[in-house]
């Protein structure tokens, strides 16, 4: 392996970089709304390329290429689809209510909506389903540093050592992040997710023009091994003509890439993780006007179909390259071991950007909810601005340690189980953000349906009903006995023959169902429809007053 000096000194010029316009771009900073929204004057272009870098993040970098070296086509992709049909719901329904209500944190409005109840619940899902699934994001930024390491060190790690330098790895990755974070807010969140992305993006064509000057014969030598059946495949449609209805039902629920799964499933997905994830929609709530907000979140979907296909590509192009199946974390082992200096710390910090992009949101988003949502309401409610804004940013760094002892669990359980990353990305969510869905629907689309009481049952049998539909309780059953007696087989403690498992699309979705069908047969009550009315015309007029300041001025 080449010397590391220059990619060293690229990654260090990044890092600078970074921090630099992260502590600049928070300065003057004195409340919560501030810290929290920007003051709500970002420009939409820069909301969106936050947006894209947000949600495309190292998992994404390293893991979309997995999955198209694992299946050599495009029907990855599909779930794109639904990303777009659900950014049209989201900018229809969801955005203007957020702005109408004057909200920092998004359950806020379950507040007012429904109750305190709601709130606490809905916020607690998120705080700790967002911890998990950042976490887990976490540790994928890792493995080009714990594969350098073992390239300069020339050692073979064990699992135990392996999960220590990984936990380093995370630590620094995630202490400069943090620091930023927590000095800037979502300004510094903002401005250095526009620098990340446009490396990300640069980083992304570079090796896609790279792969195809090592393949023989360029373009045409792809096609001369990419010529399988289902190479190069864009739609699936999960159906077998010679099996009967439901047997083709159960062959689409237990698929993960299919076109159902992108039309139905990903759009109830992204409906969760872009309506009701404090993470995506408080950048959305930085923009001057909920217009502008839709227009960003818009643009951003169209835009993540070409860069997915991208993604894809550099994983069939990396298959062409090596043509050695099961092989893991193929890009990241190209990146390390066959580029050359500078140019490998180019996509260096490139991952690095992806990786920082998304935590730095989680973070900000993890802090703003807490601090809202728990610190101001239950833990001291006579607080300052002054303490108010202390306590967002110890927030900051104490859920950034949380979220580097879940990455490191994280890297122990790929190391040991050899699961594929994206299903376990993705999968964290399905579990919880359907009830989260299912009560934000009721709540937006009805004026005199769901309660306290009705939605936390509702909410309890979404998680339920997917729990056991994915097959949950069986896989912590297992977790549990990990090792049944001379060969045998660890016996299911439920699991009809004829029930489907249904892949990690699919949870969300039913979550959703469950959660609104349920919460829809509880009425609420006429004294709290009075609190909403009430506090939307009181933010009604305070809208007018500083729109009327601004016209004076």
């Known amino acids: 392996m080449q010397p590391l000096w220059i990619d060293g000194l690229v990654v260090a010029a990044y890092f600078t970089i970074i921090i630099y316009i992260g502590l600049r ?17 970002i420009p939409w272009w820069a909301v969106m390329a936050s947006i894209l870098a947000a949600e495309i993040s190292a998992a994404t970098f390293l893991g979309a290429p997995g999955e198209g070296y694992a299946m050599r086509n495009f029907t990855y992709a599909q779930l794109a689809l639904g990303t777009i049909i659900a950014r049209f719901i989201i900018a229809g329904v969801f955005i203007k209510p957020f702005y ?9 409005y379950l507040s007012l909506r429904f109750g305190a109840q709601t709130r606490n619940a809905s916020s607690a899902l998120f705080l700790v389903t967002r911890a998990l699934a950042s976490g887990t994001r976490l540790y994928v930024a890792a493995i080009v540093i714990v594969m350098t390491y073992e390239q300069i060190t020339g050692l073979s790690l064990d699992p135990f050592q392996q999960v220590g330098v990984y936990s380093v790895a995370l630590l620094f990755l995630t202490g400069i992040t943090a620091l930023y974070t927590a000095a800037g807010g979502i300004k510094a969140v903002v401005w250095t997710d526009l620098i990340q992305a446009t ?15 090592r393949v023989p014969n360029g373009w045409s030598g792809v096609l001369s091994v990419l010529n399988g059946p289902k190479d190069f495949a864009i739609l699936d449609l999960g159906i077998n003509p010679d099996t009967g209805f439901w047997e083709n039902v159960r062959s689409i629920l237990e698929s993960e890439y299919t076109i159902w799964a992108a039309l139905i499933g990903s759009t109830f997905t ?25 227009f960003s979140l818009i643009l951003s979907g169209l835009a993540d179909l070409p ?3 991208c993604f894809l590509l550099v994983g069939m192009l990396l298959w062409v390259h090596y043509q050695q199946p099961g092989k893991d974390a193929p890009f990241a082992f190209f990146i390390v071991n066959e580029l050359p200096p500078g140019v490998r710390g180019i996509l260096f ?14 973070l900000n988003a993890l802090a703003t909810s807490f601090t809202e949502d728990w610190y101001k309401t239950h833990i001291r409610p006579e607080a300052t601005d002054t303490q108010i804004l202390r306590a967002a940013r110890i927030s900051t760094v104490v859920f950034s340690l949380i979220l580097v002892l879940i990455g490191a669990g994280t890297a122990y359980a790929k190391i040991v189980l050899h699961a594929r990353i994206i299903p376990i990305v993705l999968g964290i969510f399905g579990y919880t953000y359907g009830s989260l869905l299912g009560v934000f629907l009721v709540g937006l689309l009805t004026r005199r349906r769901g309660s306290e009481r009705g939605n936390l049952c509702a909410m309890l049998a979404g998680f339920v009903v997917v729990a056991l539909l994915s097959g949950l309780h069986n896989d912590l059953w297992a977790l549990a006995h990990p090792s049944p007696a001379a060969g045998g087989v660890l016996p299911l ?26 919460a829809l047969l509880f009425k609420t009550p006429e004294s709290q429809l009075a609190i909403a009315a009430a506090h939307l015309a009181s933010m009604r007029d305070r809208n007018d007053r500083e729109d009327a300041a601004r016209v004076q001025s």
């Open 270 to 294: 992204t409906m969760a993780t872009h309506g009701t994830d404090q993470d995506m929609v408080q950048r959305m709530l930085t923009a001057k006007n909920h217009q502008r907000s839709r």
């Open 25 to 41: 771009a928070g300065r003057g900073e004195r409340s919560m709304e501030s810290f929290a929204l920007g003051d709500r004057n």
């Open 199 to 213: 490396l990300m993006f640069g980083s992304l064509g570079f090796a896609i023009w790279t792969l195809l000057d």
């Open 493 to 518: 403690l439920w699991k009809p023959a004829w029930l489907p498992t249904i892949e990690f699309p699919w949870r969300i979705a039913f979550g959703t169902i469950v959660t609104a069908a349920v």
């Open 349 to 362: 910090a490139g991952i690095f950007a992806t990786a920082m992009g998304s935590l730095s949101t989680a």
């Open 100 to 108: 109408d209500f004057r909200v920092v944190s998004i359950y806020q």
């Open 307 to 309: 860069l997915v296909l």
